[in-house]
């Protein structure tokens, strides 16, 4: 099981940019996703990307502004994030399941990660 360490968190003005960082122990798990908490609200699904195929996904509210990739020498995932808004303020997790790929059908829900990291928190004022 991946131990996940997130990075790169913090505070920008609503426009701005900011790129998260998840390094995976053992880079073992071939579905990895970025979820985010906001107070009083459920975790969401942001983005995914199955390691051996390059086919990410997205949640509504983040496509076309964010995206996921992934460095397998250094063993991290990203998400690159544009044009932050005030409702993207959260706490961003990193996520691993071990499957060949991230199915369609479930990458958006969070029961189906085995592994997690702490969190890093952004915020995005207007």
């Known amino acids: 099981q991946d131990r996940l360490v997130e990075s790169g968190g913090g505070s920008v003005q609503a426009g701005g940019t900011l790129r998260l960082s998840c390094w995976a122990s053992?880079?073992?798990?071939?579905?990895m996703a970025w979820f985010r908490q906001a107070p009083g609200k459920e975790r969401e699904a942001v983005a995914a990307?199955?390691?051996?195929?390059?086919?990410?996904y997205y949640g509504d509210s983040v496509k076309g502004r964010f995206t996921i990739s992934l460095d397998d020498p250094k063993s991290t995932l990203y998400l690159q994030m544009n044009d932050l808004r005030p409702e993207d303020t959260g706490v961003y997790y990193c996520?691993?399941?071990?499957?060949?790929?991230?199915?369609?059908?479930?990458?958006?829900?969070?029961?189906?990660?085995?592994?997690w990291g702490q969190g890093t928190q952004v915020t995005v004022s207007s």
């Open positions: 996520a691993a399941m071990s499957v060949p790929y991230c199915i369609p059908t479930v990458w958006a829900r969070s029961d189906s990660y085995t592994s």
């Open positions: 990307l199955s390691r051996r195929i390059n086919t990410p």
């Open positions: 053992a880079y073992a798990s071939n579905c």
